[in-house]
């Protein structure tokens, strides 16, 4: 279990995201009482391998329990607690720029209730295993940090999806990558194939058979092995690649069904869907 606590504006919300992409439970601002019972699921819970809780100055209240609820939390499960800091002037600026109160108030002024924030939670960082100031991190490298800090190793940490389509019927809405394969040829036009699929052996052999096909394969498969990579370093969490063909039945089937088998083999999972597969 990762605790995160710290300041009002120094990233929290960033972190949790970050640990949430990579397979934690998250959950924002638990009250403090219902930590322990929280764990308690948690460890029992199949499941769920790691959770991460962002504790802050909403709960202020009950911070003064905060150490010896922190000691019995260690006892039942590993737990660490991050920390996240930075200066008063970049939080004063990133309140302004966001135009939200602080969480104890805007009526005597951010700086002051800053300062005051600071003062409530420096028991809290004193027992913290892992401190981050933020300023010194933009969302990118904050988001690589954390994933570095817990374990959860950023390589081939990426949802990936591989949808075949029919150009006809529409480019998918949510696709960040669109690979056409109208200039191969087609089996539609042989009368055998046309009522087959992609998924199809003879199909898929035929549209193998030509040296263009491998060639694709072979740029296409190379440029997603070097994007990814990229991609995840950048803090990219999904990535829905699309293949298309005219009607979407036969070459983007054959097609997507090649990379799913390429990316596997180079340790990435990738889930395969065919869209237009049913329709004429």
């Known amino acids: 279990m990762v605790l995160i606590c710290g300041l009002s504006g120094a990233g929290k919300g960033t972190v949790l995201k970050a640990l949430q992409d990579h397979n934690f439970y998250a959950v924002d601002n638990l009250p403090l009482e219902l930590l322990l019972q929280f764990a308690e699921l948690t460890r029992d819970a199949p499941k769920i391998g790691r959770a991460a809780l962002v504790v802050d100055i909403r709960e202020a209240a009950q911070l003064d329990r905060f150490s010896s609820i922190l000691a019995e939390l260690k ?13 008063d002037e970049t939080l004063v600026r990133r309140f302004s720029e966001t135009r939200r109160p602080h969480p104890l108030g805007d ?7 800053v300062r005051e924030e600071r003062r409530l939670l420096q028991p809290v960082l004193t027992q913290a295993d892992h ?35 029919g150009f006809r019927h529409g480019v998918p809405a949510d696709a960040d990558l669109v690979f056409d394969v109208r200039f191969l040829p ?28 491998q ?35 036969h070459r983007s089937v054959m097609m997507a069904i090649e990379l799913q088998k390429l990316l596997k083999k180079s340790g990435y999972a990738a889930k395969i869907s065919h869209r237009d597969l049913e329709k004429r």
Request: overall charge positive.
């Open 215 to 249: 060639e694709f394969i072979k740029r296409v498969s190379s440029l997603l092995l070097f994007l990814l990579p990229h991609y995840i370093q950048e803090g990219k969490s999904y990535l829905t690649i699309a293949v298309g063909c005219t009607g979407g039945h």
């Open 186 to 213: 087609n089996p539609n036009y042989i009368p055998e194939f046309k009522p087959l699929s992609g998924k199809n052996q003879r199909v898929a052999r035929f549209v193998r058979s030509y040296p263009q096909t």
């Open 75 to 87: 006892r039942m499960l590993p737990t660490e607690l991050l920390f996240l800091d930075t200066d």
């Open 131 to 165: 401190v981050l100031v933020t300023s010194e991190f933009n969302v990118h490298q904050l988001r690589r940090r954390v994933v570095e800090l817990f374990g959860a190793s950023s390589e081939h940490r990426i949802v990936l999806r591989i949808v075949s389509f």
């Open 107 to 113: 009526a005597r002024g951010v700086l002051v209730s």
